[in-house]
């Protein structure tokens, strides 16, 4: 459980859990474990299963709430989480998206950040005059431009 509780709760919020659901979610999750019989078949199958499992968890969580999951490929979730523990814990990434963050203009910033901590789209977009969809829209190019400057920070590339 140790091995695999920070990489399993950084993988549910990054899918769009919040903290306080990330750490109901882990907990199910190793419940789960407990009362499935798992074959073991090394850790790697046991690090896809707890990922599967959180996931699924999760997409039940959501829809249970009547909440839409960020619409994450799950393929490319592990491929950046597998880089972000391999770069001293994150430490590096957490350094370049503090960076790039403040290059982003202040009204998009506190887009994000409201849209990151908890607030519905529908309710963020009616607080600022837009329709749900231009905010979507907006939200959507903010990450890219987050993820466009963090690869070049972390590439050494100081644009």
Known sequence: MRQHQRGLW???RVLGARDDEAADLLQETFVQLLRTPFEDR?????HRW???TARNLFYAHCRAVRRSPIALDP??????LARYERDDDGAGYRHALARCLETLPQRQRELLEAHVGGSDLPTLAAEHDLAPEALRSLLRRCKQALRTC???RL?????
């Not at 090394?42 to 046991?46: D, F, R, S």
């Not at 590439?155 to 644009?159: G, K, N």
Request: net charge neutral; no cysteine.
């Open 75 to 80: 393929t490319a979730v592990e491929a950046a």
């Open 10 to 12: 950084r993988f549910l």
């Open 42 to 46: 090394g850790p790697a199958a046991l």
């Open 50 to 52: 707890l990922r599967t």
């Open 150 to 152: 963090i690869d070049r």
């Open 155 to 159: 590439h050494d590339d100081p644009r």
